[in-house]
């Protein structure tokens, strides 16, 4: 069950990374990854594919 954890956390902190150098504010709250900011809008209004995500259409 360890593993599985550290695995976990491992994920969402080279989530929270990629979404950083995306130039998006991100971090970690529990089993959270939190991305906010003015980052996160620029790329949300430039990238379809991202703003997609959230529509389940990928």
Same mark, same amino acid.
């Given at each position: ?16 990374? +990629?979404?950083?150098?995306?130039? +998006? ?7 959270? +990854? ?25």
């Amino acid at each position: 069950m360890a593993l599985l954890e550290a695995r976990a956390a491992a994920r969402r902190a080279r989530i929270a990374a +990629v979404l950083g150098d995306m130039g +998006v504010e991100a971090v970690v709250e529990g089993e959270d +990854v939190r991305a906010s900011g003015a980052g996160l809008m620029g790329r949300w209004w430039r990238d379809r594919a991202f703003r997609d995500v959230g529509r389940g259409q990928i």
